[in-house]
């Protein structure tokens, strides 16, 4: 019933941008606070970044601060996230989901982990 799927990734050079999106259907978008979370081959998934549910407040992971920007559409019912000064440690796969804002936690009751979207960066 609630689905999500990202989109947007890619092969780019160590220094490049990327525009991810996610849209989510089968929920009322802006009752949730969303994130983007990543996982690279022989890793954990990870945290990102994720944004309060009007969008007002955001966090970032340290390895990403300052390079990558989260933002959401609740009228389109989309979430995007801006990368730039892609580094090779970057690569992974790329999720989103409805989290708990304090901590950036997937919500417990998150069970619907779309396909990710994939963003390799070449040095």
């Known amino acids: 019933q609630v689905q999500v799927v990202e989109s947007g990734g890619g092969l780019v050079q160590a220094g490049g941008s990327l525009r991810l999106s996610c849209t989510a259907s089968?929920?009322?978008?802006?009752?949730?606070?969303m994130g983007w979370f990543r996982q690279a081959p022989g890793k954990e998934r990870e945290v990102v970044s994720c944004?309060?549910?009007?969008?007002?407040?955001?966090n970032y992971a340290d390895s990403v601060k300052g390079r990558f920007i989260i933002s959401r559409d609740n009228d389109k019912n989309m979430l995007y996230l801006e990368m730039n000064s892609l580094k090779p440690e970057d690569t992974a796969t790329y999720y989103c989901a409805a989290v708990e804002f304090a901590g950036c936690r997937p919500r417990s009751d998150f069970t619907y982990w779309g396909q990710g979207t994939q963003v390799t960066v070449s040095s």
């Open positions: 944004i309060l549910w009007n969008g007002a407040r955001s």
């Open positions: 089968g929920l009322i978008f802006s009752d949730y606070h």
